[in-house]
């Protein structure tokens, strides 16, 4: 009863249109004082010391790293050195941007900003060259949601903190399915060209190809400075994120000079708005996890699956249509901040790996970004490509049905999830 009494005022709030934040922040507010004896004195120190996590630094610093970069000449110089190793394959250029998108996903760690950076030079390069307008806005806004999966992740810390699981250990294993999910989805471009008798780039020679390499170098060891640092034992996620803001400002303005020190304050204050507006979304998921917990609906919940014997198979694929249903309608880090708290302790009671169940949860977040009516990407796609979103839905779906072949592999073969981690003794 007090399940339904929560979700309900929840659901409700939303359906008004109240913005997810502030809906789970009022439902809150109405439970405690009409429904709980909770005392307001233990909701003040769960706001505080919910927030306090070293952890959560990690975002505004990866948030402001992705800014630094987009405006920074990364994306011209990754695309370029992509084009110069498969372009001269059929539909060369939507192969370039598949993988370029991969490239600044591993450095930007922001879907919407991978479509941004990618596409704002991709597609008007693919429209030229003669490509058909919703195959290129199809790749980009697919592509770009590679952001969310290869480390570092935005959203991959979110679970993170709200789960208490290792940020290393999810970072590391996101990148062999990030890894195979690009390879699926060039593989996905090429047979939509090859059908479609698509264009296809000059074969660039050896030279070329290194002279593009070198031209990207230091946005490509941005990666290094990330993965490399945190698996050495360097320095911690947090740091890392720290770190990649720094090296992606000397980067942008002192080595690329792409970005002007007058235009740093915007970058900055763009950042900061973006921080914010996350932070904000965790504190009142914080408070929204503390009433759950309090009123032991979690654990309840997991004892009743756990009675009627559906199984970790079952439990699953229940979690993946929740998650897909709930991604047409909410952005990532809500859902995150929702479910994680209700979903992650029935996962642990049911024997599945936090990390396998984090990553198949970031997948799920990718296939969202996608979907109509609020999946971002299609918007941002839509925006640059100056296409309608019916048409954007509809341009995607070769390279949505290819997410969700790619979803069930990481669901039920944890070990695309688990081999690295377990490998370099991270688990």
Known sequence: MTALVIFGLLAGLMLTGMPVSIALGLTVLIFLFGFTQVPLESVALKLFTGIEKFEIMAIPFFILAGNFLTHGGVARRMIDFATAMVGHYRGGLGMSAVF???????????????VVAIGSIMLPAMMRAGYPKPFGIGVVASAGALGILIPPSIVMVMYAVTTNSSIGALFIAGIVPGVMLALMLGLTTWWRARSGDYPRERLHSWRERWQALRRSIWGLLLIVVVIGGIYSGLFTPTEAA??????????????????????????????????AMLLYIITN??????????????????????????????????????LLIMGNFMEPSSIILITAPILFPIAVKLGIDPIHFGVMITVN??????????????????????????????AVWPWLLTMLIFLGLVTYVPTLSLWLPKALGMM
């Open 242 to 275: 720290a770190m990649s803001a720094v090296y992606a400002f000397v980067i942008a303005v002192f080595v690329y000079k792409d970005l002007k020190l007058k235009d740093v304050p915007k970058v900055l204050l763009n950042s900061a708005n973006m921080s």
């Open 285 to 322: 998921a914080v408070l929204f996890s503390f009433i759950l917990t309090s009123e032991q609906i979690p654990q309840a919940i997991a004892s009743w699956l756990t009675e009627t014997g559906i199984g970790v198979i079952g439990f699953l694929l229940a979690v993946n249509i929740l």
């Open 365 to 394: 977040m990718e296939i969202g970004m996608i979907t109509p009516p609020v999946g971002l990407n299609l918007y941002v796609a839509s925006g640059i490509g100056k296409m309608g979103l019916t048409e954007t839905s509809k």
């Open 100 to 114: 370029a998108c991969a490239l600044f996903a591993a450095v930007s760690g922001s879907s919407p900003a991978t």
